[in-house]
């Protein structure tokens, strides 16, 4: 297992390592000069100066290079220069908000989506197979913003259960936290629900079919016992394959949905460093991203290894 992991790690410093390179370009693809855009168009030329050297924008390519990556190394994602505080330390202050939302959203699609998806393969091509699938694609077809603002119309608008916006830290109220994370998750989450159903479904009428389930249906063994222990196990491989391409899907979502909400997460601060050309911001927020994606897709990878011993025994 130990060499499993090691061989993961090795094949996600490339993405990272990629990501890097084009968080470091955006200052050379924008169009113009990057001072000058970030300096403000009432900036003398002085002002511009300083901020060119303060960036180092003004040193040699290689220099720039060599500078970009040194500071990764040691974990500096430079400085903010509307927010004036380090952009490592802007983006800590609001990733709870971002990981508490996207973790909520893809928890409660994997456990909606495999219930439904099991729903449907038990009842395969009956009532409850074509609703279920139904309303499954239609949660996967509609953008997660409009969900979003047809939740905020119901639940807070409508019936008053939950707040329009805003965020409380789950150290101060913790069934305030879930209550201003409840209707932002459901939003994100409806979006990836179809896609875990879906692929559930298709899993367990496969499942189902093996011989050794016929072979456990014949022992005499309950239902319960075939369906949860010998069937679903092996069908959630493909799902929990899926879980780490959706978390990167829920983390891009999230993007919106914080605008949507007014949760003060990394994605509004993305947003708001994108307006105001902050480009610092934008660049740590990529890296950022990047990373948590890549160790969500090692962890699958290595889950993936628990329930298949295959996969970890094929690799030696």
């Known amino acids: 297992m130990l060499k499993y992991t090691g061989k993961r790690l090795l094949a996600a410093l490339p993405v990272l390592l990629l990501v890097s390179a084009m968080s470091f370009a955006i200052v050379w693809i924008v169009p113009g000069d990057v001072a000058a855009e970030m300096a403000g168009p009432t900036a003398t030329v002085e002002e511009v100066a300083r901020l060119r050297e303060r960036l180092g924008l003004d040193k040699p390519w290689i220099e720039q290079v060599v500078g970009w990556y040194s500071a990764l190394a040691r974990g500096d994602l430079g400085e903010s220069i509307l ?22 959203a893809l928890a409660a699609a994997l456990v909606i989506g495999v219930a439904l998806g099991v729903l449907a393969a038990m009842r395969a091509g009956r009532a409850a197979d074509q609703v279920s699938m139904g309303a499954a694609l239609v949660g996967f077809s509609l953008p997660d913003f409009w969900l979003g603002l047809v939740l905020v119309w119901l639940f ?11 965020y409380i830290p789950f150290a101060e109220d913790p069934l305030g936290w879930l209550r201003t994370l409840a209707m932002p998750a459901a939003a994100l989450a409806l979006t990836q629900v179809g896609l875990f159903a879906r692929m559930t479904r298709a899993a367990m009428l496969e499942v189902l079919r093996q011989d050794y389930v016929r072979t ?20 959630l491989i493909p799902v929990v394959t899926v879980a780490g391409i959706s978390m990167g899907v829920l983390l891009g979502g999230a993007v919106v949905i914080e605008q949507v909400f007014s949760l003060p997460g990394v994605g509004r601060l993305i947003v708001g460093a994108i307006l105001r050309r902050d480009y610092p911001v934008i660049q740590g927020g990529l890296m950022l991203t990047a990373t948590i994606f890549v160790l969500v897709n090692l962890a699958v990878d290595l889950l993936y290894a628990l329930l298949d011993p295959r996969i970890r025994h094929g690799s030696r």
């Not at 608008?157 to 805003?166: A, E, M, R, S, Y």
Request: aromatic share 4%.
């Open 83 to 104: 927010l004036r505080q380090g952009v490592a330390a802007a983006i800590l202050e609001r990733l709870p908000v971002t990981l508490s939302l996207t973790f909520i």
């Open 156 to 166: 807070a608008v409508q019936l008053g259960w939950l707040p329009t916006g805003g």
């Open 216 to 235: 456990a249906r014949a022992k005499g063994l309950p239902a319960r016992l075939v369906i949860g222990k010998h069937a679903l196990l092996n069908a």
